[in-house]
């Protein structure tokens, strides 16, 4: 343990006020300790800054005493990165009560937030102004526009509207020496000289502290049509959904793929859930489009795609939501597809992209690979497949004890990781690298790719005060 000094400790308090700090144990225990339980530090002190300035100045004070500060949200991530270690040494810095949302534009599609606003609240706003913030994760009733930024979180809309890079106009962040940028610039053209506000997004708060960003917004849908589709193999899918792009021009929402054994441990785990279609089959497509227009034009066209989709053989069955709350379950289904496996014991959980037409055979090769290394372990592959990423997660076999299982977490990601490496993948598509990927991601990218972040991180925090021992080492 490297304690951090006393006086130190009260130099930082004095900054945030008596409400802007705690080091209260069962406090700190929701602080230093991932929701899986892959990762756990510690700390003496979770700061919780109210402006800007108050996280101006905290980071000045820690560049000048060279203390380190981990950057937190709604400590959703699935990486370590927001986990401090165990050394003492760290300080939290949560942004939780910087939540404010400062202002919206619906002439200029933009709303303008704070770091500390939980996602659910800025599409609620949005709602209110007659606008969508399409960015949707299953995590969204307590994460942070900040976590989402920093980690360039992904979720069900990417199909259309991208991730969260491509929903961001502008930034302000605390540099590592205290000066603040101010990038909160709502064009969709400025081309003078480098892009700074992708080095942030992300970034994992490694380069500096995002307060505060500028989001797209785009019109509100006034129609949606939602299928939960039986298919007999991801390769349908990815079949359907180019005849669904050509039906609709640019209306698919969603394109969600769920195999059979993972419905089944959300209708076992999680109440009032059921099953939308009868009869078992091998794999489901949650299916979504979208439209300006309440004419029925979009219902009808999701009934024409599934019912050519019939007759290539590409749908087996299909169940066309009804209602707001028939289309709510469908996707209730698909988002606790992840919190249902942790009954199940140990699970391997691997966040992989690889290109759309790449994934039928990606999905094969790596099922087959781990289960001849693990007899009997049970795959659940599901996800985004209408953007080229699948969470590859391997559960333990029924009667091993989870530690025995999770012991092959290595192997079973240098299995998974080399294929996807092998098709021109990436190993990490929307989680981030944090703590658990640092090292692995050397195996897969180029040398130079390595150095040149390496001399952005130099550059940016040559302290290595911000969220050190993340995404990359300097």
Excluded at 191 to 213: H, K, M, Q, V
Excluded at 275 to 296: C, N, V
Excluded at 330 to 340: D, G, L, P, V
């Amino acid at each position: 343990m490297n304690a951090l000094a006393p006086d130190l400790l009260d130099r930082f308090r004095a900054i945030v006020g008596p409400k802007g700090w705690t080091s209260e144990p069962d406090a700190l225990a929701q602080h230093v300790r991932e929701w899986r339980d892959l990762y756990a530090g510690t700390t003496p002190l979770v700061l919780k800054p109210a402006s800007t300035a108050e996280v101006a100045a905290i980071v000045k004070l820690a560049n000048e005493t060279k203390t380190k500060l981990v950057p937190q949200g709604g400590n959703t991530g699935l990486v370590g990165g927001g986990i401090p270690f165990d050394g003492g040494d760290e300080i939290i810095l949560s942004l939780q009560r910087m939540n404010r949302i400062r202002a919206i534009d619906p002439l200029n599609d933009t709303i303008t937030v704070e770091a500390g606003c939980i996602l659910q609240n800025v599409q609620q706003a949005a709602r209110e102004a007659g606008r969508l913030f399409p960015l949707s994760i299953g995590s969204e009733g307590s994460c942070t526009i900040g976590g989402n930024l920093s980690t360039n979180a992904g979720g069900n809309a990417v199909l259309r509207y991208g991730n969260t890079r491509e929903l961001t106009l502008g930034l302000e962040v605390v540099l590592a020496d205290g000066q603040v940028w101010d990038g909160l610039r709502g064009l969709r053209k400025d081309n003078t000289g480098y892009d700074l506000r992708d080095l942030f997004i992300g970034g994992e708060g490694t380069l500096g502290i995002i307060t505060a960003a500028v989001l797209k917004l785009h019109p509100l849908p006034k129609a949606m049509a939602t299928a939960f589709t039986a298919i007999p193999s991801p390769q349908a899918a990815i079949e359907l959904l180019a005849l669904a792009k050509a039906a609709t021009g640019g209306q698919v929402t969603g394109c969600e793929i769920m195999p059979r054994i993972g419905l089944d441990y959300v209708l076992r785990h999680t109440p009032a859930t059921s099953d939308p279609i009868a009869g078992r089959h091998p794999w489901y497509l949650i299916l979504e489009f979208s439209s300006g227009r309440d004419d029925g034009a979009i219902a009808e066209t999701m009934e024409a795609v599934l019912t050519e989709g019939f007759e290539k053989g590409l749908v087996l069955d299909a169940a066309i939501a009804q209602s707001d709350a028939q289309r709510a379950a469908f996707w209730k289904i698909r988002e606790a597809m992840s919190s249902a496996q942790k009954p199940e014991g140990g699970s391997i959980k691997c966040d992989i992209s690889v290109p759309v037409s790449q994934m039928p055979l990606f999905i094969e090769r790596a099922s087959k690979a781990v289960e001849d290394l693990i007899p009997g372990v049970r795959i659940v592959a599901f996800g985004h497949i209408g953007d080229g990423n699948v969470h590859f997660n391997p559960s333990q076999p029924v009667g091993w004890k989870p530690e025995d299982f999770m012991s092959y977490w290595d192997r079973v990601h240098q299995i998974v990781h080399d294929i996807a490496h092998e098709m021109n993948g990436s190993i990490s598509a929307e989680h981030g690298v944090g703590r658990m990927k640092i090292d692995e991601i050397t195996q897969y990218k180029p040398a130079i790719e390595i150095e040149m972040m390496r001399r952005i991180k130099r550059a940016f925090d040559p302290n290595n005060i911000l969220n050190p021992g993340k995404v990359v080492r300097p």
